[in-house]
């Protein structure tokens, strides 16, 4: 249940924001469009706050719908031209940290048994019975008041209401029956049910104009199904009633609801049919009824909501359509989504008393709000599915595995290494694993449980001899992963792109454990992160100064490469050759480092970035650079060789 609270408060968050927007500019709205279309809006946002599917969720559905472009895309092209990935073009997600002192258990005694819940769990079973609470109370109200209004009420056996009635189903093309009841308690004319729709009418003396107007009002609110609309936004106020936005959400699209109802019954109609409409809604403005419910339309309300219908009624200019301001709001919304996320850690402790002695040393900050700015996408051009790498933001981290349907979970702590200048990660259960050699970590129960990464260079690699590599060696494509049965041993790999370079993150596990191991091993692997993440290039220098360095970018071609051209010097093994794209302008990070060959050979030496600008003026032939760029900044310049 608390799971289902966070994906409600995470929804309840992102939407509020537009819920915000939409409130400020709501005068404005107003006045230049339509109101259906603000009102579409609302139900658009309703929606939104019923459905938990939450960020991560929905960033995986746009990944999908990017990578199928992909593969469409290069089914098209003649030749196989590598995709890079744009480090700053990442999705970028805001997580709310839930203060540690809400996933703190707490001990409670309860007999002999301790029972250990924490404030989140306590906040979760509150939202739960505030929501059934009010659900109830909505319900129990309108199934009262149906009750009574079928009891005390009579149905309406009066030819000219009937006549009336009959002529609007068939102009407005309405195929239901529907009963017209008469009710002395009646708030104001109103439809009323969900199956079987019943038109209420207060006990009054109507004429006909008022008839007319009153009937089409009622019959255009039940052809639109906003009965059921007023379901739906109770539902959403319900899941969301500690949020105060969307109570004001419910009563504006109740507004709105109206007001658009308004033009559909004037809709076409001249400004004398629309001055008597709002006659025959003023002439019935200063009757008092004794109850109300919020699952029936209503033909009039406040005194303050009535002037709004009639400015918007008598309006005698035209409103535009408001399709893009619905789609940039749905666009909005989304987008919104995928931003925030609330997260909540848990820890782990051997007892009671352990937890409250060590409570100080494990808590986590009361709130942070993390950018996961280091997300780096995964390139899906493999036949499989590949998961994001997420940066680690925290030591350590509670891992969730589902064992033969049951949920466990460990504590891990982030275990952080790299291969030449890269670093990676990995979160290992505590006490369960142990380095075997470089790059491999093995369980300390059993030798056949393992866990590797490796890294494949752009430079000498490329995805497809990658690929080749493990199925030459009897690898085969499942579920977005090379398996391999090795006698008893099931081995499986992920291939991961980041920048061109291509990273495997392997594990290995008898085939008898796969309810156990089977089920902890990719949980594991997908916390793996690259946390460093640093491009490699080759280049000459166009200029240095203030900060900034141009460089002329190389291509570092080797004999293995698949850019190889037969022209090339094969007894040197490399070339270098001119990338066609222009020159790039980088700024020099604060800390960078800068070395030179001494006499343009061995051993290096290290300069000051103003020793080495003074190095750059006084040299008569230009020179091979390696340069060492993150997150567009370069971090080292390193003299290659004096061509």
């Given at each position: 249940m608390t799971n289902v609270f966070l994906a409600f408060l995470e929804i309840s968050a992102s939407t509020s924001l537009v819920i915000t927007v939409l409130l400020l500019v709501t005068p404005l709205l107003n006045k230049r469009y339509a109101a259906k279309w603000k009102y579409l809006i609302w139900i658009f946002l309703a929606l939104r706050l019923l459905i938990p599917f939450r960020g991560a969720d929905m960033q995986t559905v746009m990944e999908k719908l990017l990578r199928m472009g992909t593969r469409a895309e290069l089914q098209f092209e003649e030749d196989h031209t590598e995709i890079p990935t744009d480090m700053e073009t990442a999705p970028r997600r805001v997580i709310v940290r839930i203060p540690s002192q809400m996933t703190a258990p707490i001990a409670m005694q309860s007999g002999k048994n301790n029972s250990r819940i924490t404030l989140l769990d306590i906040a979760a079973f509150v939202w739960m019975l505030g929501s059934l609470v009010f659900l109830l109370t909505n319900l129990i109200s309108y199934a009262h008041y149906k009750r009574q209004m079928t009891k005390r009420g009579n149905v309406i056996k009066d030819r000219r209401i009937l006549q009336q009635m009959l002529e609007l189903k068939r102009e407005l093309h309405i195929k239901r029956t529907v009963q017209v009841m008469e009710y002395s308690e009646a708030a104001s004319p109103m439809i009323m049910g969900f199956l079987k729709p019943v038109l209420v009418l207060p006990k009054e003396e109507y004429s006909a104009e008022d008839v007319f107007f009153i009937l089409k009002h009622e019959l255009v609110h039940l052809k639109r199904g906003d009965i059921y609309v007023k379901l739906l936004f109770m539902a959403a106020n319900a899941l969301h009633w500690f949020n105060p936005l969307i109570w004001m959400m419910q009563k504006e699209a109740a507004i709105d609801m109206e007001l658009s109802c308004d033009e559909k019954v004037t809709q076409g109609a001249d400004y004398a049919v629309r001055k008597a409409y709002t006659e025959t809604l003023l002439s019935t403005l200063h009757k008092q009824w004794k109850k109300r419910t919020v699952l029936s339309t209503q033909?009039?309300?406040?005194?303050?909501?009535?002037?709004?219908?009639?400015?918007?009624?008598?309006?005698?200019?035209?409103?535009?359509?408001?399709?893009?301001?619905?789609?940039?709001?749905?666009?909005?919304?989304?987008?919104?989504?995928?931003?925030?996320?609330?997260?909540?850690?848990?820890?782990?402790?051997?007892?009671?008393?352990?937890?409250?002695?060590?409570?100080?040393?494990?808590?986590?900050?009361?709130?942070d709000i993390a950018d996961e700015s280091t997300v780096v996408p995964a390139d899906d051009i493999f036949d499989g599915e590949v998961s994001n790498m997420e940066a680690a933001a925290e030591n350590t981290r509670i891992l969730t595995i589902i064992k033969e349907g049951?949920?466990?979970?460990?504590?891990?702590?982030?275990?952080?290494?790299?291969?030449?200048?890269?670093?990676?990660?990995?979160?290992?259960?505590?006490?369960?694993?142990?380095?075997?050699?470089?790059?491999?970590?093995?369980?300390?129960?059993?030798?056949?449980?393992?866990?590797?990464?490796?890294?494949?260079?752009?430079?000498?690699?490329?995805r497809d001899r990658v690929e080749g590599l493990y199925t030459s060696d009897g690898y085969e494509w499942e579920n977005g992963e090379l398996v391999k049965l090795d006698e008893n041993i099931i081995r499986k790999v992920r291939m991961l792109e980041d920048n061109g370079d291509i990273w495997c993150v392997g594990y290995s596990y008898p085939i008898e454990a796969e309810e156990g191991w089977g089920r902890?091993?990719?949980?594991?692997?997908?916390?793996?992160?690259?946390?460093?993440?640093?491009?490699?290039?080759?280049?000459?220098?166009?200029?240095?100064?203030?900060?900034?360095?141009?460089?002329?970018?190389?291509?570092?071609?080797?004999?293995?490469?698949?850019?190889?051209?037969?022209?090339?010097?094969?007894?040197?093994?490399?070339?270098?050759?001119?990338?066609?794209?222009?020159?790039?302008?980088?700024?020099?990070?604060?800390?960078?480092?800068?070395?030179?060959?001494?006499?343009?050979?061995?051993?290096?030496?290290?300069?000051?970035?103003?020793?080495?600008a003074n190095y750059l003026t006084e040299m008569e032939y230009p020179v091979l650079w390696i340069f060492t760029v993150k997150e567009g900044q370069v971090m080292s310049i390193t003299e290659q060789y004096l061509p």
């Open positions: 033909f009039y309300d406040d005194k303050q909501i009535m002037k709004k219908r009639f400015q918007n009624i008598l309006k005698k200019r035209r409103k535009r359509n408001g399709a893009a301001v619905f789609i940039l709001a749905a666009v909005f919304t989304i987008g919104l989504g995928t931003l925030v996320e609330c997260s909540a850690g848990k820890e782990n402790t051997e007892d009671i008393t352990g937890q409250e002695e060590n409570a100080g040393q494990t808590e986590r900050a009361e709130s049951e949920p466990e979970e460990k504590q891990a702590t982030l275990v952080t290494t790299g291969i030449f200048n890269k670093e990676y990660s990995f979160y290992l259960p505590d006490g369960e694993w142990q380095k075997a050699e470089a790059d491999t970590w093995k369980s300390v129960v059993n030798e056949d449980v393992q866990l590797w990464a490796g890294l494949f260079e752009k430079e000498f690699f490329d902890e091993l990719p949980v594991i692997a997908d916390t793996f992160a690259i946390t460093v993440s640093e491009e490699i290039m080759h280049g000459y220098i166009s200029a240095f100064d203030n900060g900034f360095v141009t460089i002329d970018r190389q291509l570092w071609v080797t004999f293995e490469s698949e850019d190889w051209k037969p022209e090339y010097n094969a007894d040197a093994g490399f070339e270098v050759v001119d990338a066609e794209e222009e020159d790039i302008i980088y700024s020099i990070h604060e800390d960078c480092t800068f070395f030179i060959l001494e006499n343009h050979y061995d051993p290096s030496i290290e300069l000051s970035e103003e020793e080495f």
